[in-house]
């Protein structure tokens, strides 16, 4: 481990980056030394790759062939930590097998370059922001028309086309994923179970709250203002979505047609009823796990490089409003950012009423410790990145048993996307009264059904376009929020992990796993 400390050190990398590379490196040789057949003679290779600047750690070990990012039905409760450990900075792991050398390979990403992407947002906003004010005073209106035709236009048609290609195989593949780790961890137990009812709670609150928000925030007319789109004649006539549009629809006719038309509720329901019935398959389906494995991180890749263009498509997106209505257009994003900001603190006090009720604890030391921490993923927009961080807080700040936080806070940080649930409700109850659509008990009952779904697969804006469609509303509007989506995930990636720390807390808090002393230090 210290060859690694010294060889990272002369990148420059922070101390919280050296420990969570050891950390990977640790819990990647014990799952690998585990399933050896020869465990006493087990070793394990490191060497550095470096290629186009970015920095990799090659774990290379000979023996059959297993890949210790899986989770086997064979593992047992203690294996669990080490696998969401794993799992939470997938991202940066890659497994791969040689045949002809017998090896298993593990490769470890240094550095995920999503660090890099809310700068390249901001860099791509000022500088639409300036071309565009150039622009607003300098080009005719006939020069911005030609623009906004023949450039701009084709250019997100293009992205949204490309987008929705990828993401009902995504979603489909992904959700398969999480059933069959969730099932595989038929010992999860009580706790465990509680931890993910306590998250789904919470997420239900916070949909409810970003759907409230966005109602009172209003429509944005300046986005309707820089669509050319025709929409004259269908303002206020969007057909919305209904119960029993949700419910009679929810069910393909056919396998493919959840990914032909895009719907992603069929999608889901595809996604879960497949999930399920592969669970009840008896036998070896070690095959199909990869199988399902490698089609989720190939998608997860393609959406990915997709997203490659964000910085671009930020740009461009600011040049169009701001050369159509000028620096004022930027008005619409400040408007969101600020009520979407609103949901952290609101995370505190739905936590500390929690702590009040539930743990029958006063909530006061954990908001002065809480708060503080809740800059690290702010800062970071990954809560991933911040999981070994959030376990040594939550037993050395909040006092929780170590071997419970272990457990819940990994598993719970499947489920508590309490900021993305905000500010996805708030952008898709924003745009549906930009729109007009019908606002009836109907409508916002399906509308917190989809949101509530759509939470938890974490994807956040990117599956907005088809459902918006849905909706009646052109899927093109959400380009002037996916491009800045990074920055909106900032406030939102502190909410996620306040309330992950605050389910886990309410699990040992109801167990007398806390440690008082700690706690009111």
Not at 232 to 248: C, F, K
Request: include cysteine; charged fraction near 15%.
């Amino acid at each position: 481990m210290d060859w690694i400390a010294d060889s990272l050190s002369q990148e420059k990398a922070e101390q919280h980056e050296i420990y969570l590379m050891q950390l990977l490196v640790e819990e990647t040789f014990q799952r690998l030394a585990q399933q050896d057949k020869k465990a006493e003679d087990f070793s394990l290779t490191l060497s550095w790759k470096k290629s186009f600047h970015r920095l990799k750690l090659l774990l290379t070990a000979k023996g059959d062939a297993y890949n210790p990012l899986l989770l086997l039905p064979e593992d047992m409760e203690s294996d669990l930590t080490g696998y969401a450990i794993l799992k939470a900075h997938r991202k940066r792991l890659k497994y791969s097998r040689s045949r002809r050398r017998g090896e298993n390979i593990v490769a470890i990403q240094f550095r995920d370059p999503e660090y890099q992407e809310v700068r390249r947002i901001l860099a791509g906003l000022i500088f639409g922001t300036a071309v565009g004010a150039l622009l607003y005073f300098e080009a005719s209106q006939a020069a911005k028309d030609w623009l906004e035709a023949v450039v701009i236009e084709p250019i997100q048609t293009v992205f949204i086309s490309a987008l929705m290609m990828a993401i009902a195989p995504m979603i489909f593949f992904s959700v398969i994923e999480g059933i069959i780790s969730m099932s595989y961890s038929s010992n999860i137990g009580r706790i465990g179970w509680h931890v993910v009812l306590w998250s789904l709670l919470k997420l239900a609150f916070f949909v409810a709250a970003g759907l409230l928000a966005g109602y009172l925030m209003g429509g944005t007319p300046e986005i309707l203002d820089t669509l050319t789109l025709t929409l004259e004649g269908n303002l206020g006539n969007a057909p919305g979505i209904t119960v029993g549009s949700l419910l009679g629809g929810i069910v393909p006719g056919n396998v493919v047609s959840p990914f032909s038309t895009n719907n992603i509720m069929q999608t889901l329901f595809l996604a879960c009823f497949c999930g399920f019935i592969l669970n009840k398959m008896d036998g070896q389906l070690d095959w199909a796990r990869e199988g399902v494995r490698f089609m989720s991180n190939f998608t997860m890749n393609v959406v990915q490089t997709v997203s490659l263009l964000l910085p671009f498509l930020v740009c461009i997106s600011t040049i169009k409003m701001v050369m159509q209505l000028g620096i004022i257009g930027l008005w619409a994003y400040a408007r969101m950012l600020l009520v979407i900001a609103l949901g952290l603190p609101l995370s505190f006090l739905v936590a500390a009423l929690l702590i009040l009720l539930v743990a029958r604890c006063s909530p006061l030391p954990f908001l002065q410790k809480t708060v503080p921490f809740s800059a690290l993923p702010f800062s970071s927009s990954n809560s991933s990145a911040c999981l070994p961080a959030t376990l040594k807080f939550c037993v050395e700040k909040l006092g929780m048993n170590e071997r419970i936080t272990k457990f819940t806070v990994p598993v719970g940080m499947q489920f508590n996307m309490d900021g993305t649930a905000y500010y996805v409700s708030v952008i898709s109850m924003m745009l549906a009264c930009t729109f007009s659509v019908e606002m009836n008990a109907d409508f916002i009952f399906s509308l917190f059904c989809v949101e509530f779904l759509m939470a938890m697969t974490g994807v956040g804006l990117l599956v907005m376009p088809p459902v918006l469609e849905n909706m009646g509303i052109p899927g093109t509007a959400v380009m002037h929020f996916i491009g800045i989506e990074p920055i909106i995930d900032m406030p939102g990636t502190a909410q996620n992990v306040v309330g992950d720390i605050t389910s886990a807390f309410l699990v040992a808090g109801k167990d007398r796993q806390v440690d008082e002393a700690v706690y009111r230090s």
